[in-house]
Structures are given as structure tokens and as C-alpha cells.
């Protein structure tokens, strides 16, 4: 969903007030400054970053007894709920970031806080009254750093969530007048008689709900902007985790202005490929160049938030721990580099499919294999060209041949 900045001249209310009597909380060292708030809608994913120049405030755990009053750095969002949602709002920290999250949430129209967590980074809140909710998310104990906040649960905000309105909202316009849909006005929490269509753009999912037809039946759709389709299925990233929750995606879009592909084709000689290195796995995903970022391989250097040219052999270890390399030069005779270099023309480069991620090694061509990109296939224990992966039924390479005839495959 769009997501907008408010001025706003109020400050949260529900804590501890710095200086005066009038029961509110506000930034430290400036009890009359406005605040910089977000609005978040159902189905958002933000990036944040608590710094050094960030708003402070003052809190406490209300729902504690003899809680004591504390300062922190932070961000602070607002929404809107109906009575009897069910909200979830989870912080994740970034790779590399100290940040520990203080949630504090607080209602609006009272100034009471009714959700406080300090352990988990997670709220679970089920709304008592409609109306509007504001989140504070707090650096405990000083820590700063970036941080994604998701929320779901909310059916008091309109669909698409942005400034627009229906009669100048391009998406649902599409929907109606290209599919004859009839567009809800919000998504309510059962939506398995409707059809659900996702639009990406930006780093951002704007999701819609609107009554089946006789052409488009009830269910998850995602629109394709570059053919103008609705595709069947929800959008889902090919590093793990749906498009609305996948941080690495987002880094990608949001930091670089790439646009990111749902998965990653056999071949990607004209494509961005980034490489994400995390808990001894690799997370790799594919995008169109632009112009600040060409196409060819890359790695993530999580310390420096930077695209580093060239690709990770895999995520094993050394090649001594690596089965994957073992399999390459025991069975196919390949000397596997210790990592794949920006350019990768002159080298045998094989793609190795496993448990929904792809690992890829490098090698130097050899009279079986030449330079070019392979498929490792598992069910026959061979490497197929990208080209038969791609244009024909993957054929079978001969390791012995004698007269014409192939002995052992």
C-alpha cells in the first residue's frame, strides 16, 4: 500500500508526559515539534531506520506495575482498525543491525496504550473499539539500526491504501474497465469467494478484492504489467518468503530501482543477478538492469549496504566441506573456482537447483564441457546446457562412446 507522510502537530498521547499536565508523550528536548508519522495500511511492508537524529520519547510498560520510565530513539506509524480485527505487527532487524525493538501501541481517541512488547518484536492485538491506532517502535537500551515493519489484520483502511480515490485510482481502474471487475472497497478478512488481485510496484503490493465474474473466477491473481495480464497466484520472490515480507527484494527495489523478477530464468547473461550470503545460504535473485546498476553478477556486502561485482561459489563453506563442488570434479572432471569473477563468458557456469534455492559454481571449461551455463538435474546426475533446459526436452550426455554408441550415460 502507498505509504504517505503526516505532519502532524500532535504527539502521541497515552504515556508519560515530559513537562506538562496534559497526559501526552513527546519527542524529547522538543515538547511543541510535530512528528514525521507513516500511515500504514493492510498488507504493508516498510523500511525503517532508528538513528542518531531520530525523534525520542519517553515511555513505560503500563500493563506492569512499578514499570519504570524510559527514553528511547524511534519511528512512529499510525492506522486505522475496525472493532474485532486481529492485528500482527512484526519487526524484523536487518542483517548487521544491534537494533532491539520496543513496541508500544496506543489508541488515539483514548491516549490509552493498550499493547507493549519488549522481547519478541512482535505485536498480536485484537481490536476493541474502530478508530485510530498509533505504533511507536523504540530502540531499547540506545540500539539503532534499519528494521522492516509488516502489519495484517486491518480491514479499517480502503484496498489500495494511497491518496487516490476510486475515481482516479489507475489500478482499480483497470480492474473495472478492462475486467468487467466490481472492486470492494476494502478486503475483508475472508476473501476465498473473491477475486484477489496484487499489483507490485515499487517495493510496494497494492492488494484488491472484487466479486468473481464468468471470465475472471474467484481467486489470487497478480498483475502483470508488462503484458497487461492477470496471472494466476499470489507474487512470491525467488529468495524465500512472499513478495510483501522479502527484505532483500525490497533492498533491491527500494535502494537501487531494480525490478525485480518473481524467479530467475536458466539464463541471465542480459540480467542484474545479486547474490545474498546469509546463514550459509545463498539467496539469489534476478532483475533488469537500469542505468546506475548494469547487468552482470553481484554480491551483497551487507557492512557496507553495497552491490559488489561478482558472484559467491556457494554457500558450503570451503571446497574441502562442499558436496556440490565434490560432485562437479569427482564426476565431471570441472576444477571449480573459488568464486565466480564479473565475467563469465570463457567459463563453464553450472546452476545447481536445491530446496527452492539455486547455488551456482564456476569452473574451467573442459573437452566434455565447454564454456557456457549449465543445469545440474538431480534425477539424472548430469548437466544439462541451459539452451535443451530451455528449448527442448533435456537430452541425456554420453560419458563413454565407443563406435557411435553410447555406453555409459
Known amino acids: 500500500m502507498s505509504i504517505k507522510k503526516i505532519a502532524a502537530t500532535v504527539a502521541v498521547t497515552g504515556m508519560m508526559l515530559l513537562s506538562s499536565n496534559l497526559g501526552a508523550i513527546r519527542p524529547l528536548g522538543d515538547p511543541l515539534r510535530g512528528i514525521a508519522q507513516t500511515a500504514l495500511r493492510d498488507g504493508d511492508t516498510v523500511n525503517g531506520f532508528i ?3 531520530s525523534p525520542a520519547f519517553r515511555f513505560r510498560n503500563e500493563s506492569r506495575t512499578g514499570s519504570p520510565l524510559q527514553s528511547a530513539l524511534g519511528d512512529e506509524y499510525t492506522f486505522n482498525a475496525r472493532q474485532g480485527d486481529t492485528v500482527n505487527i512484526a519487526v524484523d532487524p536487518e542483517d548487521g543491525s544491534n537494533l532491539s525493538p520496543v513496541l508500544v501501541l496506543i489508541a488515539s481517541d483514548t491516549g490509552r496504550q493498550v499493547a507493549y512488547d519488549d522481547i519478541n518484536g512482535s505485536l498480536r492485538f485484537r481490536v476493541p473499539a474502530t478508530g485510530q491506532y498509533r505504533l511507536l517502535v523504540l ?3 540506545n540500539s539503532r539500526g534499519r528494521y522492516t515493519i509488516t502489519v495484517s489484520g486491518l480491514s479499517g483502511t480502503t484496498v489500495a491504501g494511497g491518496s487516490t480515490s476510486p475515481t482516479n485510482d489507475p489500478r482499480r481502474q483497470i480492474l473495472q474497465n478492462e475486467y468487467g471487475l466490481r472492486v470492494l472497497d476494502s478486503c475483508p478478512p475472508a476473501t476465498s469467494s473473491l477475486v484477489v488481485v496484487s499489483f507490485s510496484e515499487a517495493g510496494q503490493i497494492y492488494r484488491y478484492c472484487a466479486n468473481p465474474t464468468r471470465l475472471v473466477r474467484a481467486g489470487e491473481y497478480t498483475y ?5 495480464d492477470l496471472r494466476p497466484g499470489a507474487p512470491v520472490a525467488s529468495g524465500g518468503g512472499t513478495v510483501t515480507n522479502d527484505r532483500r527484494r525490497q533492498l533491491l527495489e527500494n535502494d537501487y530501482g531494480l525490478r525485480v523478477l518473481d524467479n530467475c530464468p536458466p539464463a541471465t547473461g542480459s540480467l542484474v543477478v545479486v547474490s545474498f550470503e546469509e546463514s550459509n545460504q545463498i539467496f539469489r535473485y534476478c532483475a533488469n538492469p537500469n542505468r546506475l546498476v548494469r547487468a552482470g553478477e553481484y554480491t551483497y556486502d551487507a557492512t557496507n549496504n553495497e552491490l559488489r561485482p561478482g558472484a559467491p561459489v556457494a ?5 574441502t566441506r562442499d558436496r556440490r563442488q565434490q560432485l562437479l570434479e569427482t564426476e565431471f572432471g570441472l576444477r571449480v573456482l573459488n568464486n565466480c569473477p564479473p565475467s563469465t563468458d570463457s567459463l563453464v557456469v553450472v546452476a545447481y537447483p536445491e530446496a527452492g534455492r539455486t547455488y551456482r559454481y564456476c569452473a574451467n571449461p573442459t573437452r566434455d564441457y565447454p564454456a557456457g551455463e549449465y543445469v545440474y538435474n538431480a534425477r539424472i546426475n548430469d548437466l544439462e546446457d541451459v539452451s535443451d533446459a530451455v528449448t527442448a526436452t533435456p537430452q ?3 560419458r563413454i ?3 557411435g554408441i553410447c555406453i555409459v550415460r
Open 224 to 228: 502483470d504489467a508488462a503484458s497487461g
Open 139 to 141: 530502540g531499547q537500551n
Open 401 to 403: 562412446e565407443i563406435g
Open 315 to 319: 554457500t558450503g563453506g570451503s571446497a
Open 396 to 398: 541425456e550426455r554420453c
Open 51 to 53: 538513528r542518531a537524529n
